[in-house]
């Protein structure tokens, strides 16, 4: 078996390759009905978020980092005619529809495509007016009676925050079991990238966690603190069973290097959706925070034990935790515009705290968190900075839209 071709052992390591998703026709499918449902509290204006898109992965290439999308891995992954067949299928079962006759139209539109158009329509979602009119000729109750819903398929248009359908720890990854049905059908591309895709089929590439669990973690809630520790939110959208879970299964394998999973209580709602929209990490020493992250807070220190796992209950300050996991004499938290209490709650909601990091004390954020981004910089921080008018409207920053697969070890 051939080695991993992935390798992330910290958060701030030269970012070499990350995945990407460029928003397409599924973010043009929301409507204002739809929206709580899809969890997105505005619609962008896809040409300018494709446009923003576009310069945020400019950056990323002028600093040295190949950037795959994850439309082009999974249409690649999907080249064998069997393969795609499989995956319209099981794509089908898990889009909750009822009617039989739809589910076998929607099969027959599919598979008629080729496979990049395919891929794009299976992410978009599929309107009504889009089948062939003369095969709307549905026998079962279930069809007849949704026929007034204009989307035969719900789109996906969170797809472009490739964080949280599965996230890179190690050589490995998580292929997560997101909170939210319409959001866990988004890992059925990993599942089939990673089984399927040459870059990938027949290397050595442990899954820490897997989508077919039945508790759920998401990628915005696993952080990389170093090739030992790991830090992961137990949030509205991972729950504390998985990280147990996912204890368990690093700390038993060989392929992996970690020996502590900081666990981190933070409150369930919407502002701190993920640990990442409160805490990221932007140098060896220095965090960008919420300043609501600081305390009080319940941080729990999960270690290996004879018996499987041992988990402690952290007694010190946030500084104090992450220093002492960390091994190095003090941290410095810099608190999302200076916590200032109009500015801050303002850039928070526009992710003012979740930065990228492409090398140590360098970071990719958003042109409208301009008071967050002063400080970053008055703390010797290299700000590359994107426009973000209509990508924020997501809820999701820099880190949000990528996951890195290899980084360079610090």
């Known amino acids: 078996m051939k080695p991993s071709p992935l390798k992330v052992t910290s958060e701030i390591g030269r970012l070499r390759s990350v995945l990407l998703h460029r928003p397409g026709k599924e973010v043009e ?18 040409k300018i978020a494709q446009e923003e898109h576009d310069a945020f992965a400019k950056v990323l290439r002028d600093n040295g980092s190949e950037v795959l999308y994850l439309e082009d891995l999974a249409a690649e992954a999907l080249e064998d005619r069997a393969v795609r067949e499989q995956f319209i299928d ?63 398929v719900d789109p996906m248009p969170n797809l472009y925050f490739t964080r949280d359908p599965f996230a890179t720890i190690g050589t490995g990854i998580t292929l997560n079991h997101m909170r939210t049905e319409t959001r866990n059908r988004e890992t059925l591309y990993a599942k089939y990238i990673f089984n399927h895709h040459p870059k990938f089929k027949g290397c050595d590439v442990p899954f820490w966690y897997d989508r077919t669990e039945t508790t759920s973690i998401e990628g915005g809630d696993e952080l990389v603190l170093s090739p030992n520790v790991l830090a992961i939110g137990i949030s509205e959208r991972t729950d504390a069973a998985s990280i147990e879970k996912l204890a368990r299964k690093l700390f038993s394998d060989d392929r992996s290097t970690f020996k502590q999973i900081l666990a981190f209580n933070i409150p369930k709602k919407r502002a701190f959706m993920h640990l990442d929209t409160v805490f990221t990490m932007v140098d060896r020493d220095k965090f960008t925070i ?118 360079e070890d610090l």
């Open 90 to 152: 099981e794509y089908l079962a898990e889009a909750n529809i009822q009617g039989d006759g739809t589910r076998a139209v929607l099969r027959d539109f599919f598979l008629s495509m080729d496979v990049k158009p395919m891929v794009l329509q299976t992410m978009a979602g599929v309107r009504r007016t889009e089948l062939p009119r003369e095969e709307l000729k549905f026998m079962s109750l279930a069809d007849r009676i949704d026929t007034d819903n204009p989307l035969v």
């Open 29 to 46: 499918n929301l409507t204002p009905d739809l929206m709580a449902r899809l969890l997105f509290d505005d619609i962008p204006y896809l």
């Open 290 to 407: 919420h300043p609501e992250i600081e305390g009080p807070l319940q941080v729990f220190s999960i270690t290996p034990s004879c018996c499987g796992i041992n988990i402690e209950e952290e007694r010190s300050t946030l500084e104090n935790v992450l220093a002492k996991a960390l091994d190095i004499p003090k941290v410095t938290l810099i608190r999302c515009a200076g916590g200032d209490p109009i500015d801050a709650p303002r850039e928070q909601w526009n992710d003012g705290s979740n930065t990228l990091a492409i090398a140590p004390g360098e970071v990719v954020v958003y042109s409208r968190n301009y008071v967050t981004n002063q400080i970053l910089q008055d703390k010797g921080i290299v700000t590359h900075i994107v426009p973000s008018s209509e990508l924020s409207r997501g809820r999701g920053g820099p880190r949000c839209m990528s996951m890195p697969l290899v980084r």
